[in-house]
C-alpha cells in the first residue's frame, strides 16, 4: 500500500498531461477535429492502468481489452491479439440493420440515463424512432499528422514513467486509432445526436463527428447527482464536454473546479433526477440509530480486477475485498449489497443482498458508504442514518463535502494505516455523538425548482434547427 500516493500522483501527472497536448493539439486541428479529444479517455485508461498494475499486488489474469491493461502487460508491453480489439462487426442481423433506418432525422448514443425504469416507454420510443449507427469512424483531419504526434506524445509517457517496449505500445496504438476512425469526412445523418457518457468511445465518436458538422449533439451527464459535486480529471474530459448542450442534474454549480470542462458546451440545461424525486424522503432531523439493535446496510463500489484507472478511482480488488472483510468484522448485523455489476463473486461470513438497491433500501435503518457513486445518492436522499467511510477515492467538490457533512457520520480512514483501529474508532463516534442529520441540504444537487429539460421539446429543437 506504500505506492498508493505515487500512483496517484503520476495518474494526476499523466491526466494534466494529456490536458496540455490536448490543448496545444486544438491550436492546429481545433476541438473537435483533436485525436486527443476523441482518445482522451483511453489514453487515461491505458497508462494510468500500466502505473497501477505495475505497482499492484495481485495479478487479475488475462481477461482486457485494449485499452485497458492487466499487471503482465504493466510489467512487459506485449502486442494485443486481434479478438482483443473491438472491430466493426461483419455480417449485420434483421436486429441491427433495422436500428441503422431512423424515422426521425436524429441519432442516439448508448447509455442515455432516462431514469432506470420510471420513463421506460420513451427509452423504447427512442430505440425505434432515432437513427442507431451500429459502427461510426471518427473523422481525424490529417490523420496521419495527427497520429505522428500522438506517437511523440506515448514516446515521451514511456520515457519519463520508466515503461518498457514504447514500440510495442505505439504499435497497439495505431491499431486502435486506425480501426476507429477515417481520413475521409462523411455527411452525418440527420440533423444532431443524444449521448450517455463520454467515457464510451462510441458516444465520443458519434460526439465528435456531430460537432465538427456543427450540428445539434446533447450530452447527458450521468450518476443522478450534479457532476459538479466531483471535482475529477475524468469529468473534465467525459461527462461535461464533447457536446454543445450539456443535460447536467441539480441546480448546483460551483465557482471553482480544478478539472473543468476540455471543451465548454455552448449550453446548459438543469433536470431532476427521476430516481431522486420518486425516492427522496426530505428530513431535517435524521435520527441516530444504535448500530447494535438495527438492521445495517453496507454498500460498496464493484471489483474492478483488471478495470483499473487513475487517479483516485479504485482500489485493486484484492485489497477492496479485505477491507470489506474487517468492516464485515466490526459492524453488527450488518447486510453487504454486492453492486450487480462486480466483477467477481466474493465470500462473506454476513448476510448478502443482491437486489436493486432501490428495491431493498428500506428494508434497513443504517447506510454505510465506501464509495461515491450513484448507490450512494440513493442512500443520502432516505430518510435513515448514513456512516460514510471516506477511504480516498473521491475527490469531492468543497461546497459540497461541507453539506454531505450535515448529512453524514463521515470517518476519514488512511488506507495504509490500521484499517479495524480506524473503522472501530469511526463507529464509536458515530455512537457516542448520537447526531441528528439533515439531507435538505443536498436538494440543489439533484433537484430542480422547475426542469428545463424536456425530451420531446429537445427533440424538436433539433428537427427546427
Known sequence: MENLSETDDASYEICYRLRRVFEESASEYGDSGNIFAAFFHDLVVHFTGIVIHRAALNDYGNDIQFPWVNKAYALKPFSYPESQFSYQPKNFGIRLYLKQLGVIPVAIGQSIPLGYKQQRILNKALKILAYQPVWTDIYIPKRNRQVDNLMSVILGLC????????????????????????EKQAIVPGKGVLVGTRNNLYNRKLALNYMQQEKEVIGFTHGEIANDVLDEPVYGYSDKTLCTTLVEYGSFKSEELANPAIITPQKIVRRSSPIVRQHYSPNSHIQHRDLETTRVLFIPTMYQQNYLYGPKHAYESAQYYQWHRTIEKCVPNMTIKIHPKSRISPKFECEIDYRQLENCINEYDVLILDYFATSTVLAIFSDKPVIYFDIGLRTLEPVFYRDLRTRCSIVNIDFRSDWEEQIRGGLSQYQVEKKSYSNIELEKYALCDLDEFSMSRTIFDILMS
Open 159 to 182: 520515457k519519463d514513467y520508466e515503461i518498457r517496449n514504447c514500440s510495442v505500445i505505439q504499435d497497439n496504438w495505431t491499431r486502435h486509432i486506425l480501426t476507429h476512425s477515417t
